[in-house]
């Protein structure tokens, strides 16, 4: 994984943490116990659902970059779609308070993506590739007349 990577992902998952944190700790004093859990395990959910997301596209810029964009769309709504699935299996559960860990779900969901788009909009990505160290001109083949 390059080094630019590591840092998008450490950019997302950060504030995402973050989040979870908060949200463990005011989920605790509202609901206790369980919620402080609940809380904790929606925000574990979260970061390994798109951090796993993230580095299936990474992959996929790699080695398939025309299909980044459908790749992209599908992973997301794959995600959003197992989110829905977790919440329809752990609504009824006695482990942890559902409804912590719902609202810490979406919200920990919405962090990351905010926080990801952030580190893409802050990231300093070439969209021409720089020409070689020969000062070639553009147009110029590099032969001379």
Not at 46 to 63: D, E, H, N, Y
Not at 82 to 93: C, D, E, I, Q
Request: proline share 4%; no cysteine.
């Amino acid at each position: 994984m390059r080094s630019d990577d590591v840092r998008s992902l450490l950019q997302s998952a950060v504030p995402t943490a973050v989040a979870g944190t908060l949200a463990a700790v005011i989920s605790g004093i509202v609901a206790g116990g369980k919620g402080a859990v609940g809380a904790v395990v929606a925000t574990v959910v979260v970061m390994l659902f798109m951090g796993i997301g993230f580095l299936v596209l990474q992959r996929t810029a790699k080695s398939l970059p025309h299909l980044f964009q459908a790749m992209g769309l599908m992973l997301y709504t794959a995600q959003i779609l197992l989110l829905f699935v977790f919440l329809a299996v752990f609504k009824n559960t006695t482990l942890f308070n559902p409804k912590a860990f719902a609202i810490t779900l979406v919200v920990a969901t919405l962090v990351w993506i905010a926080a990801q788009a952030r580190a893409h909009m802050k990231a300093k990505i070439l969209y021409v590739e720089p020409d070689s160290m020969k000062g070639d001109k553009p147009g110029n083949s590099g032969q001379k007349p």
